[in-house]
């Protein structure tokens, strides 16, 4: 059963406009989100993280936005640009003991067109 | 961001052979490091979790004396890949967690088993 799930494998948009990466978890006990980027061949790297407690976290163009009661996150980044291309990977985990393990979403393969 | 350092970046070895891959912390302390693998156009896998000081735990499928893995210090954890067959053929990342449960991803390992 996949507990974290990013639904739309792939996006294009067109640079300067918003790009909107949606995640959904099925699990109620995950109170901490990450967001990050992975070029092929590469390990992913850390964008951005929210915790459970707050609705919104911004950092420059990379917003994430949290709907607990929905179990839905976004990563918005606004303006989009070429170097954004890339996958991108939802992860959620608990706090404490095993709970620090990293359950992740399949990805989305972002395509920023110039 | 922290760096985390992972070597080698590229092996080939024959069939039967170990391959041992390190995983360094450079900048900080991580009492808890955790080895991934990923296969084509897959999300990643967590294989298992490793601590300073202690045994692996190593996720359920995945054979705790094929993968051997050691955190010696709180800055080195490294996974030795043993008697490797074809089908071990595969990305392997390392993870180091940080502060708030971010986890730091290093560059890969990509393992070409012949």
């Known amino acids: 059963d996949q507990q974290v799930k990013q639904n739309s494998p792939s996006l294009s948009v067109q640079e300067g406009r918003i790009s909107i990466l949606n995640c959904d978890y099925t699990?109620?006990?995950?109170?901490?989100f990450l967001w990050y980027k992975k070029y092929p061949a590469e390990g992913p790297t850390f964008l951005i993280s929210?915790?459970?407690?707050?609705d919104k976290n911004e950092d420059g163009r990379f917003t994430v936005f949290l709907n607990k009661s929905a179990k839905h996150l976004s990563l918005h980044i606004v303006p989009s640009q070429p170097g954004d291309s890339a996958v991108y990977f939802c992860a959620a985990s608990g706090l404490g003991g095993s709970n620090y393990k990293l359950t992740f979403g399949k990805g989305t393969l972002l395509t920023v067109n110039p | 961001g922290a760096v985390v350092s992972q070597h080698p970046s590229r092996v080939i070895c024959k069939s039967g052979t170990s391959v041992k891959i390190e995983c360094r912390s450079l900048?900080?302390?991580?009492?808890?490091m955790f080895w991934y693998r990923q296969f084509p156009k897959q999300s990643l896998m967590l294989m298992a979790t490793?601590?300073?000081?202690?045994?692996?735990?190593?996720e359920q499928g995945v054979e705790k004396d094929k993968f051997l893995i050691n955190h010696a210090s709180l800055t080195l954890s490294t996974l030795t890949v043993t008697s490797a067959h074809p089908e071990d053929s595969s990305f392997y990342i390392c993870?180091?967690?940080?502060?708030?449960?971010?986890?730091?991803f290093g560059a890969g390992t990509r393992l070409s088993v012949l």
């Open positions: 929210i915790s459970s407690i707050k």
């Open positions: 993870s180091a967690r940080a502060a708030e449960n971010i986890q730091y």
């Open positions: 900048d900080f302390q991580a009492t808890t």
């Open positions: 490793s601590n300073e000081g202690s045994k692996a735990t190593y």
């Open positions: 699990n109620s006990m995950f109170d901490y």
